[in-house]
């Protein structure tokens, strides 16, 4: 069982920065692939960001803006957020999944609760 517990979210105009963090409960934090994803209001969840062992994964709409890490000694995965817009506003979840990397929600089997992020114009 993991229990995962995100922090950082909070209100930024465009153009500023944030960083999101997921702290994760359990001793085999590392064997997990951890994943970042959003849900904006009235919108479906859609994926962000995941990480691996050391690889990792963007979608397109925030490669060179996004930087997923984790610390492995701390539990912990980060999603640094930089050149924010309005339309990254969403509630921001991470994940974790005992196999690879992945781009779908279903393949996560367990979920934060969500931190809220807005950016306003």
């Known amino acids: 069982q993991v229990q995962l517990v995100e922090s950082g979210g909070g209100l930024v105009q465009a153009g500023g920065s944030l960083r999101l963090s997921c702290a994760a409960s359990g001793r085999t934090f590392s064997s997990y692939a951890m994943g970042w994803f959003r849900q904006a209001p009235g919108k479906e969840r859609e994926f962000v960001a995941a990480i691996g062992w050391s690889t990792t994964l963007y979608t397109d709409s925030v490669k060179g803006r996004f930087t997923i890490s984790r610390d492995n000694a701390k539990n912990t995965v980060y999603l640094q957020m930089n050149s924010l817009k309005p339309e990254d506003t969403a509630d921001y979840y991470c994940?974790?999944?005992?196999?690879?990397?992945?781009?779908?929600?279903?393949?996560?089997?367990?979920w934060g609760q969500g931190t809220q992020v807005t950016v306003s114009s």
């Open positions: 994940a974790a999944r005992s196999g690879g990397k992945s781009r779908k929600d279903y393949e996560y089997n367990y």
